[in-house]
């Protein structure tokens, strides 16, 4: 099916707003997509290429977005910690996320045609984290403050959303 099928489905099922999941290798990389990975109509063009033109489709139609960090790699994996598959999050291994954040807000916040783009998930279910509780690097609470707050330094205009760490630990 083409982006435009599924925005006709959008339109036609009355949807007013979408959350758009997106993988934070891919938005830093900015590689070209292959033909076979979107059916040829974007082959070759470059990922945020591919994510401006959804985006411009789905203001066409009336429709507000909330971008979302799915993933951090490509293809994808559901990682239990906003860094990845570490037991510990550092400064290090949490800047793909961080870079990829303030890349998407650089890009779609204070622009007239990305007005519809509203808000940012932060990061797909971080199961293995905490919350309140835990060593700092453990801890998806303080990261998503700091996370929201970097955020907020480039589009203080954005919602911040946040998931929630889907397990007891704190």
């Given at each position: 099916?083409?982006?435009?099928?599924?925005?006709?489905?959008?339109?036609?099922?009355?949807?007013?707003?979408v959350?758009?999941?997106?993988s934070a290798?891919?938005?830093?990389?900015?590689?070209?997509?292959?033909?076979?990975?979107?059916?040829?109509a974007?082959?070759?063009?470059?990922?945020?290429?591919v994510?401006?033109?959804?985006?411009?489709?789905?203001?066409?139609?009336?429709?507000?977005?909330?971008?979302?960090?799915?993933?951090?790699t490509h293809?994808?994996?559901?990682?239990?910690?906003?860094?990845?598959?570490?037991?510990?999050?550092?400064?290090a291994?949490?800047?793909?996320?961080?870079?990829?954040?303030?890349?998407?807000?650089?890009r779609?916040?204070g622009?007239?045609?990305?007005?519809?783009?509203?808000?940012?998930?932060?990061f797909?279910e971080p199961?293995?984290?905490?919350?309140?509780?835990g060593?700092?690097?453990?801890r998806?609470d303080?990261?998503?403050?700091?996370?929201?707050?970097?955020i907020?330094a480039?589009?203080?205009r954005?919602?911040?959303?946040?998931?929630?760490?889907?397990?007891?630990?704190?």
């Open positions: 099916r083409s982006v435009q099928d599924y925005v006709q489905f959008l339109v036609t099922h009355r949807f007013n707003a959350r758009l999941p997106l290798d891919l938005v830093n990389a900015n590689r070209p997509v292959s033909a076979a990975a979107c059916g040829g974007y082959g070759g063009m470059p990922m945020l290429s994510l401006d033109d959804v985006l411009a489709r789905l203001k066409e139609a009336g429709i507000f977005v909330v971008l979302d960090m799915h993933t951090l293809p994808e994996g559901n990682q239990p910690m906003w860094c990845g598959w570490e037991a510990q999050c550092t400064p291994t949490e800047a793909p996320l961080f870079a990829s954040w303030r890349a998407l807000a650089s779609y916040c622009r007239a045609e990305y007005a519809h783009v509203i808000g940012a998930d932060l797909h199961f293995g984290a905490k919350w309140g509780a060593a700092d690097g453990e998806w303080l990261a998503a403050a700091r996370l929201g707050n970097a907020h480039v589009c203080a954005w919602l911040i959303f946040v998931q929630g760490v889907g397990s007891d630990a704190g």
